[in-house]
């Protein structure tokens, strides 16, 4: 089965700074990788995803990148803010055919000093 | 309608309770999806159902039951937990077909096993 391996495990930063939180996958054949953010008690919120056939998508301060080959993928967060202090997890998603199974990395504790 | 509720929020049970926990998504979504979530750890899938019926069931211990009325509700009934079954109790839903895999998260149901 998938394999997603996430880095680092707690990252701090200061406010204005970029922030890069890094994953990889086994399964070559997977094709569609989420990114999730989870304040503490709430629900994981659908924050930025890409699809394996593109390599780049930004959003506002929000980017992901993906390396098909390299099988890796990363989240870049600009201009960070307080409000983006939160646990972030990647993850991905192996098209099985009937089922579409997430698969998760063990999440980054992002904390954004003022 | 673009969310997904889940009820109760909070539950406390005996070992010999049977209780319910409830799911509703009215965005047409016809995958819907239990998650487990401990303290500082991803989402752990525990069942996925496909257009009402169960496709995935990761193993789950017998006293977690689901059960799917309709498209639109998902119901995990629970009976003679474990203190160690206290955890966030998430469910999700996405579309079905292909390119359609983005998963949407309910807000959780805290469960305490006492």
């Known amino acids: 089965g998938e394999n997603v391996e996430q880095h680092p495990s707690t990252l701090s930063v200061q406010e204005g700074d970029s922030a890069v939180i890094k994953c990889t996958y086994s399964?070559?054949?997977?094709?569609?990788f989420p990114w999730y953010k989870q304040e503490l008690g709430k629900r994981p919120q659908l924050i930025i995803d890409?699809?394996?056939?593109?390599g780049e998508k930004k959003d506002q301060r929000i980017a992901v990148t993906l390396n098909k080959t390299a099988k890796h993928f990363s989240l870049h967060i600009t201009e960070t803010q307080p409000e983006d202090s939160a646990v972030y997890f990647c993850a991905a998603i192996t098209d099985g055919g009937s089922n579409y199974k997430l698969t998760f990395g063990k999440g980054t504790l992002l904390t954004v000093n003022p | 309608d673009t969310e997904v509720t889940q009820t109760p929020k909070h539950l406390v049970m005996g070992m010999t309770n049977k209780k319910s926990l409830k799911c509703e998504q009215h965005m047409g979504h016809r995958a819907m999806y239990w998650y487990k979530q401990k303290a500082k750890k991803p989402p752990e899938l525990m069942f996925v159902?496909?257009?009402?019926?169960?496709?995935i069931n990761e193993s789950v211990p017998s006293r977690f039951s689901p059960e799917c009325p309709n498209s639109s509700l998902l119901n995990l009934h629970l009976h003679a937990l474990q203190p160690e079954d206290s955890a966030l109790y998430l469910c999700a839903s996405s579309q079905r077909g292909k390119s359609s895999y983005e998963q949407y998260f309910g807000p959780g149901t805290r469960l305490t096993v006492t």
């Open positions: 159902y496909s257009y009402e019926k169960l496709s």
């Open positions: 890409i699809r394996s056939n593109v």
């Open positions: 399964d070559s054949a997977s094709n569609y």
